[in-house]
T-cell receptor
Framework: SQTIHQWPATLVQPVGSPLSLECTVEGTSNPNLYWYRQAAGRGLQLLFY??????ISSEVPQNLSASRPQDRQFILSSKKLLLSDSGFYLC????????????FGPGTRLTVT | GDSVTQMEGPVTLSEEAFLTINCTYTATGYPSLFWYVQYPGEGLQLLLK?????DKGSNKGFEATYRKETTSFHLEKGSVQVSDSAVYFCALSDGSSNTGKLIFGQGTTLQVKP
């Protein structure tokens, strides 16, 4: 069966510090991968998606970047965090090329102080 | 473009009450429709789905029917429990490409009181 991991689970970082969040998927090959952000009490905002290694599409211009160095690894980064980067970050995967559902990881709670 | 609209929350019900959370959509093609549930502090879990008109998705006592004529996918449960308290998201697939992107509604918070 497939599983998706995210770490860390929680993170408190000062403004201006760098960020690296990691997501890995097991039990499937060539998945589509997604990063979402959920601000407190708000809905989901799609940040990035990837349909293959090295292929990254950005949905909104911002202070963040994403990379996919391996087939089942997706990384969210920032060089300098802003207060507005605080939120709950969710990684998800779906079957490559399909129109089906997405499966979500447990999320990372990021607080920028 | 495609979009999903959910009823605003929070929805507050007593245990064993009947639940309806409305969801309507706008889409140019023939999307698949989904309901996700998010418990506090957790990621989203797929609750149910329907892939074509008149399909009924069901899981854990929840049901939703894909109504093409009314462009709706309302979530229902006959008797809610305190453990159903969560945020519920309606979503549709973006069928225009192979990206697998989903378009989500804004979410509806359900609070069930004992």
């Amino acid at each position: 069966s497939q599983t998706i991991h995210q770490w860390p689970a929680t993170l408190v970082q000062p403004v201006g510090s760098p960020l690296s969040l990691e997501c890995t998927v097991e039990g499937t090959s060539n998945p589509n991968l997604y990063w979402y952000r959920q601000a407190a009490g708000r809905g989901l905002q799609l940040l990035f998606y990837s349909v293959g290694i090295g292929q990254i599409s950005s949905e909104v211009p911002q202070n963040l970047s994403a990379s996919r160095p391996q087939d089942r690894q997706f990384i969210l980064s920032s060089k300098k965090l802003l207060l507005s980067d605080s939120g709950f970050y969710l990684c998800a995967w779906s079957v490559g090329g399909g129109l089906g559902e997405q499966y979500f990881g447990p999320g990372t709670r990021l607080t920028v102080t | 473009g495609d979009s999903v609209t959910q009823m605003e929350g929070p929805v507050t019900l007593s245990e064993e009450a009947f639940l309806t959370i409305n969801c309507t959509y706008t889409a140019t093609g023939y999307p698949s429709l989904f309901w996700y549930v998010q418990y506090p502090g957790e990621g989203l879990q797929l609750l149910l789905k329907a892939t074509k008109a008149d399909d009924k998705g069901s899981n854990k006592g929840f049901e939703a029917t894909y109504r093409k004529e009314t462009t709706s996918f309302h979530l229902e449960k006959g008797s809610v429990q305190v453990s159903d308290s969560a945020v519920y998201f309606c979503a549709l697939s973006d069928g225009s490409s192979n990206t697998g992107k989903l378009i989500f509604g804004q979410g509806t918070t359900l609070q069930v009181k004992p």
